[in-house]
Nanobody, 127 residues
């Protein structure tokens, strides 16, 4: 059973940094899967923020976070990280970690294609 558990959210002032973690379990060694981070603000649709593939470390970023966010993975720890720098109030929302066996969905921010979801972690950026 695939499980995804997010941590690291919190309240930060604009310009600050946070690092989100997603503990990933249940995928097998041979699986070619993708892990994505998605953000949902109140009253808005869930949107892709960043994604990474397991097989070749391809990465994707939404235009709004390029140059500020960095996605990475530690296979030994079974964890995917999202380092968020220079945070802006518009980055506020619940951040979800999601996984799926078609890495293209994570690498395009297509949340409808993601099969497995964590419960989310709240990020609030004050101005």
């Amino acid at each position: 059973e695939v499980q995804l558990v997010e941590s690291g959210g919190g309240l930060v002032q604009a310009g600050g940094s946070l690092r989100l973690s997603c503990a990933v379990s249940g995928f097998t060694f041979d699986d070619d899967y993708g892990i994505g981070w998605f953000r949902q603000a109140p009253g808005q649709e869930r949107k892709g923020v960043s994604g990474i593939s397991s097989s070749d470390d391809r990465k994707w970023y939404a235009d709004s976070v390029k140059g500020r966010f960095t996605i990475s993975r530690d296979d030994a720890e079974g964890t995917v990280y999202l380092q968020m720098n220079n945070l802006k109030p518009e980055d506020t929302g619940v951040y979800y970690c999601a996984g799926g066996l078609n890495a293209d969905y994570a690498l395009s921010g297509y949340h409808y294609g993601m099969a497995y979801w964590g419960k989310g972690t709240q990020v609030t950026v004050s101005s």
